[in-house]
Nanobody, 121 residues
Framework: QVQLVESGGGLVQPGGSLRLTCAVSGNIYRVNKMGWYRQAPGKQRELVAAITSGGSTNYADSVKGRFTISRDNAQNTVYLQMNSLKPEDTAVYFC???????????????WGQGTQVTVSS
């Protein structure tokens, strides 16, 4: 089994900051690409930011310059530092990881349970 446990969501005022954390655990050989997605009410899930095991990153245009994704490969943990938050950032944020269960298997996608981020005054 593979588990992704997220933490760090909450309520914050516009202009504030939050840091999300996602820890991957279980029967794992290696974690490849990791990322954060979000889904607002009535909207489709969208990519926020992603990071490869080598540290290459990509961001949605809407969060560039405000959000920073990073990871700790030794701890199989990914972080999302969110600054200058706006009301339109309000959504459920989901962690995603591509996981190799063994050296012989192809990677599979796993998801966290989601954490609510609400930006409101």
């Amino acid at each position: 089994q593979v588990q992704l446990v997220e933490s760090g969501g909450g309520l914050v005022q516009p202009g504030g900051s939050l840091r999300l954390t996602c820890a991957v655990s279980g029967n794992i050989y290696r974690v490849n690409k990791m990322g954060w997605y979000r889904q607002a009410p009535g909207k489709q899930r969208e990519l926020v930011a992603a990071i490869t095991s080598g540290g290459s990153t990509n961001y949605a245009d809407s969060v560039k310059g405000r959000f920073t994704i990073s990871r700790d490969n030794a701890q199989n943990t990914v972080y999302l530092q969110m600054n200058s938050l706006k009301p339109e950032d309000t959504a459920v944020y989901f962690c995603n990881a591509q996981v190799y269960r063994t050296v012989l298997t192809r990677p599979s996608d796993y998801w966290g349970q989601g954490t609510q981020v609400t930006v409101s005054s």
